[in-house]
């Protein structure tokens, strides 16, 4: 998998980011989300890959789109892959919930599509620490095969109750052929 020329690592984990279900689960939250909050002051993407939802996201929003990997790689890859578009997004190597502390209060949306990579008690201190009226958007699955997955949900109902939001503005599944992937909207 890793060659001091190749990175056959980071080929494949390039084509899974841009595969039809990646995709397909993050135009699904930019739809739902649009319909609940159609303008924002600045979004913050934790696990944010190679910027694929920000590029998806800025068709939509004028503002500034901050996208948190702890992947080192991600930020150069992710440059590259959004080379040529007109879009206010940057980049960060760090830990999502360290770095979303620094940028919370200019930060109305805070997403996470990437809750199954992430412990339970970090994506829970995301919602503690975000302001009173930033919205969530947040997704996960039951897809327990994926070794780097630690932190699944049995149902979009066991994923509903971990997450402990005040106000539930959508929630739903979207069915795949391997798995479900649920997505949770609120305050």
Known sequence: MYHEENDLFRIKDIIDALSDSQI?????????????????????????????LAALLSDYYDCLIISADLDTDSKNIGHKLLNGLDINVEFAVDDAATFFMEKRKI???????????MEQDDVKDLITYK?????????????????????????????????????????????????????????
């Open 24 to 52: 397909e689960g993050k135009k699904w939250l930019v739809n739902e989300l649009i319909k609940l909050k159609p303008e924002s002051k600045g979004i913050f993407i934790a696990g944010g890959w190679y910027g694929q």
């Open 107 to 117: 930060i109305d949306i805070l997403i996470n599509t990437s809750c199954e990579h």
């Open 131 to 187: 302001q009173p009226d930033t919205l969530v958007a947040f997704q996960s699955n039951n897809y327990y095969d994926v070794l780097s997955h630690i932190n699944c949900s049995d149902s979009l109902d066991d994923f509903v109750n971990y997450l402990e939001l005040d106000e539930i503005l959508y929630k739903g599944v979207l069915s795949f052929d391997d798995y479900e992937r649920y997505m949770v909207i609120g305050r």
